[in-house]
């Protein structure tokens, strides 16, 4: 049974067919711009944290059908390398940028380019870094030489287990059943009896069902780097999760859910420095349309694994 959910995968790819033109979603390597004229200045880029350049992780292809200002369109991620910026269930130091273009504009040709023979990419009239890809100077002088193999990053519809379950309403129903059941033995007052301890291994118990959906969600596609779901709902591995999402810096209004990237994906880019759970990335519900044409600024929000393993008691000093 197909979901809502396209599943994404990286798979080599010829370098010259993740230029600009051909609008493919990809991992590592340079930022393949959408829109040449207006890109991010230098000082868009800089963690949140150590104020030092992010680096270029991945862009992700989301057209709409509905929109002709968004015959193309492209989300990037881009995240700082230093391990000491990754706090726990923060995002400060990892940026997205959306844009788009109508089918007709001043890059790129109405139909799309011949694929079958190798070709060059739709050059940018601004300086770009030979070594990052982003605007500067031939090579910027705070590049990092950061730079990751580029992958493709190719889609398919989520199979999932058809058989029977309780859907998450009607698992909620029952367990509010069941708590109303409670309340009417006056037994809920035994929860707030408990001593703290207690009441940690509780919470821990409910941290790991959360783990749990989450592995047993993505055990029939082991690899997948990325869950896109435009206005769906992310797939959480813990229960802490953003209070509120922050409206659209550009026109106020709310923003929706529309990817995320998984864990796996570490595996490719092997830095240690990098880590997160997850990356839920919302971008403006209405997808609107930059005021130059160039690039909107996107929210994002790490979702790290509680650590639920109880902690060892601190060693005993001895006394002679």
Known sequence: MESSVDLGFLEPCEEWLLANKFFRSKVGGKPAWLELK????????LCGVCGEPCVFLCQVYAPLEEKES???????????AKASCYEHNQSKNILAFR???????????????????????????????TVCGCRGSQQC???????????????????????????????????MEEYERLVSEGKTGELSELPESELDNYSGQIEDKHFDKFKKRIEADPDQILRYDRKGAPLWLSPVVPESIPACDQCGGPRKFEFQIMPQLLNSLKNENIDWGTLAVYTCEQSCDPADRGYVKEFVYKQDVVNTEPQAPPPEIGHE
Request: with cysteine.
């Open 99 to 129: 844009s788009q273009l109508p089918r007709t504009n001043d890059f790129y040709g109405f139909n799309p380019p011949d694929e079958s023979k190798k070709s060059d990419p739709i050059p940018s009239p601004i300086p770009l870094c």
């Open 70 to 80: 968004c015959f193309h369109r492209m989300v990037y991620l881009f995240v700082c």
């Open 38 to 45: 207006n890109l991010p200045a230098a000082k868009d880029l």
């Open 141 to 175: 002088s705070r590049c990092k030489k950061v730079n990751y193999c580029g992958f493709e990053i190719v889609t398919e519809p989520e199979e999932i287990d058809a058989e029977p379950k309780l859907s998450a309403a009607e698992a909620e129903r029952k367990q």
